[in-house]
Protein backbone atom coordinates (compact mmCIF):
# COMPACT_ATOMS: atom_id res chain seq x y z
CA UNK A 1 0.00 0.00 0.00
CA UNK A 2 1.13 3.73 -0.37
CA UNK A 3 -0.68 6.82 0.48
CA UNK A 4 -0.49 9.67 -1.44
CA UNK A 5 -1.53 13.24 -0.32
CA UNK A 6 -3.51 15.82 -2.35
CA UNK A 7 -3.42 19.53 -0.85
CA UNK A 8 -6.38 22.44 -1.54
CA UNK A 9 -4.05 24.00 -4.31
CA UNK A 10 -4.06 20.30 -6.20
CA UNK A 11 -7.73 20.33 -6.80
CA UNK A 12 -8.61 23.76 -6.66
CA UNK A 13 -10.23 23.34 -10.05
CA UNK A 14 -11.04 20.84 -12.54
CA UNK A 15 -7.94 20.36 -14.17
CA UNK A 16 -6.34 19.48 -10.65
CA UNK A 17 -8.58 16.91 -10.59
CA UNK A 18 -7.52 15.24 -13.64
CA UNK A 19 -4.48 15.72 -12.95
CA UNK A 20 -4.60 13.84 -9.92
CA UNK A 21 -6.57 11.08 -11.98
CA UNK A 22 -3.12 11.09 -14.19
CA UNK A 23 -1.10 11.19 -11.18
CA UNK A 24 -2.71 7.84 -9.73
CA UNK A 25 -2.69 6.26 -13.27
CA UNK A 26 -2.57 2.63 -13.19
CA UNK A 27 -1.44 2.42 -9.30
CA UNK A 28 -2.77 -0.13 -7.27
CA UNK A 29 -3.20 -0.37 -3.60
CA UNK A 30 -3.22 3.40 -3.08
CA UNK A 31 -4.96 5.37 -0.17
CA UNK A 32 -5.67 8.78 -1.27
CA UNK A 33 -6.22 11.80 1.23
CA UNK A 34 -7.63 14.50 -0.12
CA UNK A 35 -7.69 18.15 1.32
CA UNK A 36 -10.33 20.84 0.92
CA UNK A 37 -10.57 22.51 -2.59
CA UNK A 38 -8.76 25.36 -3.18
CA UNK A 39 -9.66 27.80 -0.55
CA UNK A 40 -13.06 26.19 0.71
CA UNK A 41 -11.72 25.78 4.03
CA UNK A 42 -11.16 29.78 4.28
CA UNK A 43 -15.02 30.47 2.81
CA UNK A 44 -15.85 27.76 5.43
CA UNK A 45 -13.98 30.02 8.53
CA UNK A 46 -16.59 32.93 7.22
CA UNK A 47 -19.38 30.64 7.72
CA UNK A 48 -18.56 30.08 10.80
CA UNK A 49 -17.49 33.77 11.56
CA UNK A 50 -21.17 34.89 10.27
CA UNK A 51 -22.27 31.99 12.70
CA UNK A 52 -20.58 33.93 15.86
CA UNK A 53 -21.86 36.80 14.72
CA UNK A 54 -25.61 35.47 14.28
CA UNK A 55 -25.33 36.58 10.92
CA UNK A 56 -27.71 34.11 9.40
CA UNK A 57 -27.94 36.01 5.83
CA UNK A 58 -23.87 36.41 5.46
CA UNK A 59 -23.58 32.29 6.38
CA UNK A 60 -25.86 31.71 3.42
CA UNK A 61 -24.19 33.68 0.89
CA UNK A 62 -20.97 32.37 1.72
CA UNK A 63 -22.50 28.59 1.48
CA UNK A 64 -23.97 29.76 -1.85
CA UNK A 65 -20.99 31.11 -3.30
CA UNK A 66 -19.16 27.41 -2.26
CA UNK A 67 -22.13 25.51 -3.86
CA UNK A 68 -21.88 27.61 -6.97
CA UNK A 69 -18.14 27.02 -7.34
CA UNK A 70 -17.86 23.03 -6.07
CA UNK A 71 -20.88 23.35 -9.04
CA UNK A 72 -18.63 24.59 -11.72
CA UNK A 73 -15.74 22.12 -10.74
CA UNK A 74 -18.40 19.31 -11.37
CA UNK A 75 -20.06 20.65 -14.63
CA UNK A 76 -16.63 21.18 -15.96
CA UNK A 77 -15.08 17.66 -15.01
CA UNK A 78 -18.57 15.71 -16.57
CA UNK A 79 -18.94 18.08 -19.37
CA UNK A 80 -22.35 20.12 -18.69
CA UNK A 81 -24.41 20.46 -15.32
CA UNK A 82 -24.86 17.48 -13.35
CA UNK A 83 -26.41 16.80 -9.77
CA UNK A 84 -24.40 14.49 -7.28
CA UNK A 85 -26.81 13.29 -4.76
CA UNK A 86 -24.24 12.78 -1.91
CA UNK A 87 -22.37 16.56 -3.21
CA UNK A 88 -26.18 17.99 -2.63
CA UNK A 89 -26.92 16.31 0.26
CA UNK A 90 -23.63 17.51 1.99
CA UNK A 91 -24.84 21.19 1.10
CA UNK A 92 -28.22 20.66 2.56
CA UNK A 93 -26.69 19.96 5.83
CA UNK A 94 -24.45 22.52 5.80
CA UNK A 95 -27.28 25.17 5.16
CA UNK A 96 -29.29 23.50 8.39
CA UNK A 97 -26.78 23.28 10.56
CA UNK A 98 -25.75 27.18 9.44
CA UNK A 99 -29.41 27.98 9.54
CA UNK A 100 -30.61 26.37 12.64
CA UNK A 101 -27.44 26.50 14.77
CA UNK A 102 -27.76 28.22 18.42
CA UNK A 103 -24.28 28.91 18.57
CA UNK A 104 -22.94 29.46 22.40
CA UNK A 105 -19.06 31.06 22.78
CA UNK A 106 -18.13 28.04 24.91
CA UNK A 107 -18.87 25.75 22.07
CA UNK A 108 -16.74 27.99 19.59
CA UNK A 109 -14.24 25.19 18.69
CA UNK A 110 -16.86 22.17 18.78
CA UNK A 111 -18.92 24.36 15.86
CA UNK A 112 -15.78 24.99 13.73
CA UNK A 113 -14.75 21.66 13.46
CA UNK A 114 -18.19 21.13 12.55
CA UNK A 115 -18.63 23.33 9.60
CA UNK A 116 -14.99 23.68 8.40
CA UNK A 117 -15.61 19.45 8.14
CA UNK A 118 -17.32 20.02 5.57
CA UNK A 119 -14.71 20.84 2.63
CA UNK A 120 -12.82 17.76 2.89
CA UNK A 121 -16.66 16.22 2.76
CA UNK A 122 -16.99 17.91 -0.18
CA UNK A 123 -14.08 17.34 -2.17
CA UNK A 124 -13.48 13.76 -1.61
CA UNK A 125 -17.04 13.22 -2.67
CA UNK A 126 -16.31 14.34 -5.97
CA UNK A 127 -13.22 13.22 -6.58
CA UNK A 128 -14.31 10.17 -5.57
CA UNK A 129 -17.34 10.21 -8.20
CA UNK A 130 -14.94 11.15 -10.84
CA UNK A 131 -12.59 8.24 -10.74
CA UNK A 132 -15.15 6.68 -10.74
CA UNK A 133 -16.90 8.16 -13.75
CA UNK A 134 -13.13 8.04 -15.44
CA UNK A 135 -13.13 4.29 -14.65
CA UNK A 136 -11.03 4.17 -11.76
CA UNK A 137 -12.78 1.96 -9.33
CA UNK A 138 -12.34 2.96 -5.88
CA UNK A 139 -13.96 3.21 -2.40
CA UNK A 140 -15.06 6.21 -0.31
CA UNK A 141 -14.10 6.28 2.93
CA UNK A 142 -15.46 8.35 5.89
CA UNK A 143 -12.37 9.14 8.08
CA UNK A 144 -14.81 10.21 11.05
CA UNK A 145 -15.50 6.36 11.46
CA UNK A 146 -11.98 5.32 11.01
CA UNK A 147 -10.01 8.05 13.06
CA UNK A 148 -10.70 8.16 16.61
CA UNK A 149 -9.26 11.58 18.48
CA UNK A 150 -9.03 12.74 22.04
CA UNK A 151 -11.90 14.92 23.41
CA UNK A 152 -10.55 17.76 22.16
CA UNK A 153 -11.27 20.34 18.77
CA UNK A 154 -9.73 22.31 16.97
CA UNK A 155 -6.47 20.38 17.27
CA UNK A 156 -7.10 17.16 18.07
CA UNK A 157 -4.25 14.37 17.66
CA UNK A 158 -5.33 10.85 16.61
CA UNK A 159 -5.64 7.94 18.89
CA UNK A 160 -3.26 5.15 16.42
CA UNK A 161 -3.78 2.66 18.68
CA UNK A 162 -7.73 2.92 19.10
CA UNK A 163 -7.78 3.61 15.19
CA UNK A 164 -6.06 0.86 13.63
CA UNK A 165 -9.07 -1.68 13.90
CA UNK A 166 -11.61 1.23 12.20
CA UNK A 167 -9.71 2.15 9.73
CA UNK A 168 -7.75 -1.54 8.41
CA UNK A 169 -11.44 -2.64 8.62
CA UNK A 170 -12.88 -0.08 6.73
CA UNK A 171 -10.04 -1.35 3.97
CA UNK A 172 -10.11 -4.99 4.42
CA UNK A 173 -12.04 -6.91 1.72
CA UNK A 174 -12.89 -3.96 -0.50
CA UNK A 175 -14.27 -4.38 -3.91
CA UNK A 176 -11.63 -1.63 -4.87
CA UNK A 177 -7.72 -1.14 -4.38
CA UNK A 178 -8.06 2.33 -3.96
CA UNK A 179 -9.72 4.08 -1.36
CA UNK A 180 -10.32 7.97 -1.11
CA UNK A 181 -10.17 9.47 2.37
CA UNK A 182 -10.20 13.05 4.17
CA UNK A 183 -7.54 14.58 5.56
CA UNK A 184 -7.68 17.02 8.82
CA UNK A 185 -10.70 15.59 10.43
CA UNK A 186 -11.99 12.40 12.98
CA UNK A 187 -14.28 12.26 15.20
CA UNK A 188 -14.03 12.49 19.65
CA UNK A 189 -15.09 9.60 22.18
CA UNK A 190 -18.55 11.13 21.74
CA UNK A 191 -19.11 11.09 18.20
CA UNK A 192 -18.97 14.65 17.50
CA UNK A 193 -16.52 15.89 14.28
CA UNK A 194 -13.21 16.53 15.32
CA UNK A 195 -10.13 18.36 13.43
CA UNK A 196 -6.52 17.84 13.55
CA UNK A 197 -5.10 21.67 13.38
CA UNK A 198 -4.80 23.75 10.01
CA UNK A 199 -2.92 21.74 7.50
CA UNK A 200 -3.89 18.67 9.28
CA UNK A 201 -4.19 16.75 6.19
CA UNK A 202 -0.65 15.65 6.01
CA UNK A 203 -1.13 14.34 9.47
CA UNK A 204 -3.94 12.02 8.56
CA UNK A 205 -1.75 11.01 5.42
CA UNK A 206 1.31 10.12 8.13
CA UNK A 207 -1.14 8.23 10.31
CA UNK A 208 -3.05 6.48 7.37
CA UNK A 209 0.53 5.30 6.30
CA UNK A 210 0.98 3.83 10.01
CA UNK A 211 -1.84 2.16 10.09
CA UNK A 212 -1.79 0.60 6.79
CA UNK A 213 2.06 -0.27 7.13
CA UNK A 214 2.14 1.59 3.92
CA UNK A 215 5.77 1.44 2.11
CA UNK A 216 5.77 4.95 1.62
CA UNK A 217 3.76 8.08 1.12
CA UNK A 218 3.67 11.22 -1.27
CA UNK A 219 2.48 14.69 -0.76
CA UNK A 220 1.75 16.56 -3.87
CA UNK A 221 2.51 20.19 -3.36
CA UNK A 222 2.64 23.11 -5.65
CA UNK A 223 6.55 23.16 -5.55
CA UNK A 224 9.24 20.94 -6.74
CA UNK A 225 10.13 20.18 -3.51
CA UNK A 226 10.92 21.09 0.06
CA UNK A 227 12.68 24.49 -0.77
CA UNK A 228 14.46 26.33 2.03
CA UNK A 229 12.63 29.28 2.30
CA UNK A 230 9.06 30.52 1.39
CA UNK A 231 9.39 31.46 -2.43
CA UNK A 232 6.80 33.98 -1.86
CA UNK A 233 8.68 35.76 0.58
CA UNK A 234 12.54 34.97 -0.30
CA UNK A 235 13.15 34.94 -3.82
CA UNK A 236 16.29 33.14 -3.83
CA UNK A 237 15.10 29.76 -2.84
CA UNK A 238 16.59 26.79 -3.86
CA UNK A 239 14.84 23.14 -3.65
CA UNK A 240 16.16 20.57 -0.94
CA UNK A 241 16.88 17.21 -2.48
CA UNK A 242 17.06 14.95 0.68
CA UNK A 243 15.79 15.63 4.87
CA UNK A 244 16.04 12.91 7.58
CA UNK A 245 13.03 12.93 9.88
CA UNK A 246 15.11 14.60 12.58
CA UNK A 247 15.53 18.08 10.97
CA UNK A 248 11.78 17.96 9.40
CA UNK A 249 10.55 17.80 13.02
CA UNK A 250 12.60 20.42 14.11
CA UNK A 251 11.64 22.46 10.97
CA UNK A 252 7.86 22.04 11.35
CA UNK A 253 8.35 22.94 14.99
CA UNK A 254 9.72 26.17 13.71
CA UNK A 255 7.03 26.81 11.72
CA UNK A 256 7.98 25.66 8.47
CA UNK A 257 5.15 24.61 6.00
CA UNK A 258 7.23 21.68 4.53
CA UNK A 259 4.73 19.60 6.21
CA UNK A 260 2.48 19.36 9.56
CA UNK A 261 4.83 19.22 12.70
CA UNK A 262 2.73 15.82 14.07
CA UNK A 263 3.31 14.11 10.94
CA UNK A 264 6.75 12.47 11.44
CA UNK A 265 6.58 11.19 14.13
CA UNK A 266 4.08 8.33 12.65
CA UNK A 267 6.03 7.66 10.13
CA UNK A 268 9.47 7.65 12.08
CA UNK A 269 8.02 4.59 14.16
CA UNK A 270 7.78 2.83 11.14
CA UNK A 271 10.42 3.96 8.71
CA UNK A 272 8.35 5.20 6.44
CA UNK A 273 9.64 7.37 3.60
CA UNK A 274 8.21 10.97 2.73
CA UNK A 275 8.33 12.22 -0.86
CA UNK A 276 7.25 15.98 -1.41
CA UNK A 277 6.64 16.16 -5.35
CA UNK A 278 5.74 18.29 -7.51
CA UNK A 279 1.97 18.19 -8.50
CA UNK A 280 2.45 19.43 -12.08
CA UNK A 281 5.10 17.21 -12.87
CA UNK A 282 5.20 13.73 -11.61
CA UNK A 283 8.56 12.76 -13.64
CA UNK A 284 10.70 15.17 -11.22
CA UNK A 285 12.04 13.63 -8.27
CA UNK A 286 11.09 16.28 -5.64
CA UNK A 287 12.15 15.46 -1.90
CA UNK A 288 12.80 12.56 0.04
CA UNK A 289 12.59 12.40 3.88
CA UNK A 290 14.15 9.72 6.01
CA UNK A 291 15.80 8.48 8.97
CA UNK A 292 19.11 9.40 7.15
CA UNK A 293 20.23 12.06 4.87
CA UNK A 294 22.65 13.72 3.36
CA UNK A 295 23.72 16.98 5.61
CA UNK A 296 21.77 20.27 4.19
CA UNK A 297 24.62 22.92 2.45
CA UNK A 298 22.11 25.96 2.36
CA UNK A 299 20.91 28.16 5.24
CA UNK A 300 16.73 27.42 5.85
CA UNK A 301 14.63 30.20 6.44
CA UNK A 302 10.99 30.00 8.14
CA UNK A 303 8.71 32.78 8.65
CA UNK A 304 6.02 32.76 11.10
CA UNK A 305 3.49 35.28 10.63
CA UNK A 306 0.86 36.01 13.03
CA UNK A 307 2.74 36.04 16.12
CA UNK A 308 1.75 37.98 19.64
CA UNK A 309 5.22 38.70 22.27
CA UNK A 310 3.88 38.56 25.40
CA UNK A 311 6.36 39.30 28.62
CA UNK A 312 5.38 38.32 31.70
CA UNK A 313 6.64 39.42 35.58
CA UNK A 314 6.04 38.65 39.00
CA UNK A 315 4.47 41.43 40.56
CA UNK A 316 6.68 41.20 43.58
CA UNK A 317 9.82 40.98 41.45
CA UNK A 318 10.31 37.25 42.64
CA UNK A 319 12.16 34.94 40.27
CA UNK A 320 10.65 33.08 37.65
CA UNK A 321 11.10 29.81 38.23
CA UNK A 322 10.40 26.49 37.92
CA UNK A 323 7.08 26.89 40.04
CA UNK A 324 5.78 30.04 38.34
CA UNK A 325 6.46 28.42 34.70
CA UNK A 326 4.33 25.65 35.40
CA UNK A 327 1.39 28.43 36.68
CA UNK A 328 1.91 30.18 33.29
CA UNK A 329 2.01 27.42 30.82
CA UNK A 330 -0.96 25.59 32.73
CA UNK A 331 -2.91 28.67 32.29
CA UNK A 332 -2.03 29.07 28.65
CA UNK A 333 -3.08 25.35 27.52
CA UNK A 334 -6.09 25.99 29.42
CA UNK A 335 -6.43 28.55 26.54
CA UNK A 336 -5.00 26.34 23.72
CA UNK A 337 -2.12 29.36 23.51
CA UNK A 338 0.80 27.80 21.56
CA UNK A 339 3.93 28.66 22.26
CA UNK A 340 6.69 28.99 19.66
CA UNK A 341 9.97 30.80 21.09
CA UNK A 342 10.69 31.29 25.21
CA UNK A 343 13.23 34.05 26.28
CA UNK A 344 13.58 34.36 30.45
CA UNK A 345 15.62 36.53 32.62
CA UNK A 346 15.86 36.39 36.42
CA UNK A 347 12.28 38.32 36.74
CA UNK A 348 10.74 38.50 32.92
CA UNK A 349 9.68 35.66 30.90
CA UNK A 350 9.05 36.60 27.02
CA UNK A 351 7.25 34.40 25.29
CA UNK A 352 6.16 34.23 21.41
CA UNK A 353 2.99 32.71 20.60
CA UNK A 354 0.63 32.25 18.22
CA UNK A 355 -2.20 34.98 17.75
CA UNK A 356 -5.65 33.05 18.46
CA UNK A 357 -9.29 33.63 19.43
CA UNK A 358 -8.44 33.73 23.59
CA UNK A 359 -5.42 35.45 24.02
CA UNK A 360 -6.90 38.50 25.52
CA UNK A 361 -8.93 35.62 27.97
CA UNK A 362 -5.23 34.16 28.56
CA UNK A 363 -3.56 37.54 29.48
CA UNK A 364 -6.68 38.38 31.86
CA UNK A 365 -6.03 34.84 33.93
CA UNK A 366 -2.47 35.34 33.96
CA UNK A 367 -2.64 38.77 35.26
CA UNK A 368 -5.43 37.45 38.07
CA UNK A 369 -3.25 34.87 38.76
CA UNK A 370 -0.45 37.86 40.27
CA UNK A 371 1.26 38.56 37.02
CA UNK A 372 1.85 41.69 34.89
CA UNK A 373 1.53 40.87 31.42
CA UNK A 374 2.56 43.41 28.60
CA UNK A 375 1.32 42.15 25.08
CA UNK A 376 3.19 43.45 21.79
CA UNK A 377 1.11 42.08 19.10
CA UNK A 378 1.74 42.45 15.11
CA UNK A 379 4.86 39.87 15.95
CA UNK A 380 6.81 37.62 13.16
CA UNK A 381 9.25 35.23 14.10
CA UNK A 382 11.85 34.33 11.55
CA UNK A 383 14.18 31.12 11.98
CA UNK A 384 17.59 30.68 10.22
CA UNK A 385 19.20 27.34 10.33
CA UNK A 386 22.55 27.65 9.08
CA UNK A 387 22.89 31.48 9.11
CA UNK A 388 25.39 33.46 7.56
CA UNK A 389 27.35 36.65 8.72
CA UNK A 390 25.20 38.11 5.93
CA UNK A 391 22.16 36.67 6.78
CA UNK A 392 22.66 38.18 10.37
CA UNK A 393 23.28 41.28 9.29
CA UNK A 394 19.80 41.41 7.22
CA UNK A 395 17.61 40.17 9.66
CA UNK A 396 18.76 39.92 13.25
CA UNK A 397 19.40 43.60 13.93
CA UNK A 398 18.10 46.48 14.04
CA UNK A 399 15.47 48.26 15.96
CA UNK A 400 12.52 45.86 14.83
CA UNK A 401 14.09 43.04 16.41
CA UNK A 402 12.12 42.83 20.07
CA UNK A 403 13.77 39.49 20.87
CA UNK A 404 17.03 36.87 19.62
CA UNK A 405 18.33 33.60 20.02
CA UNK A 406 21.57 31.96 18.84
CA UNK A 407 23.42 28.95 18.89
CA UNK A 408 26.37 27.90 16.79
CA UNK A 409 24.08 27.26 13.94
CA UNK A 410 20.49 28.68 14.46
CA UNK A 411 19.37 32.13 15.17
CA UNK A 412 15.88 32.85 15.98
CA UNK A 413 14.16 36.52 15.89
CA UNK A 414 10.99 37.96 17.39
CA UNK A 415 10.84 41.08 14.91
CA UNK A 416 7.98 43.73 14.48
CA UNK A 417 6.32 42.52 11.41
CA UNK A 418 8.36 44.01 8.19
Known sequence: MKVYK????????ADGVRNLHKIIGDEQHLFVIVSAMGKTTNALERVFGAMQRADRAAAAEEIAALRDYHA?????LWHGPVRLERVETLFAELERTAAEAVFRAEDAELWYDRIVAYGELLSTTIVSEYLNHAGLRNRWIDMRRCFLTEQ????????????????????????????????????????????????GSDYSAAVAAHILDAESMAVWKDVDGVLNADPKIFSDAVKIAE?????????????????????????????????????????????????????????????KRDQVLLTIRSRDFSFVLEEKFGSIFSL????????????????????????????????AALREAGFDVMKS??????????YTDELWRRYARGPQVFVRQATQSTVRVVRRRG
Open 6 to 13: FGGASVRN
Open 72 to 76: AIVAD
Open 152 to 199: RHKDAAVDIEASTPLLRSAVAGADATVFVGQGFIGAAPDGTTTTLGRE
Open 243 to 303: LNYLDTIELAYSGAQIIHPKTIKPLQNKNIPLYVRPFGDKRKPGTVIRAVSAPVDVPILIL
Open 332 to 363: LERFRIKTNLIHNSAVNLSLCVDDSWHIDEAI
Open 377 to 386: GDMELLTIRG
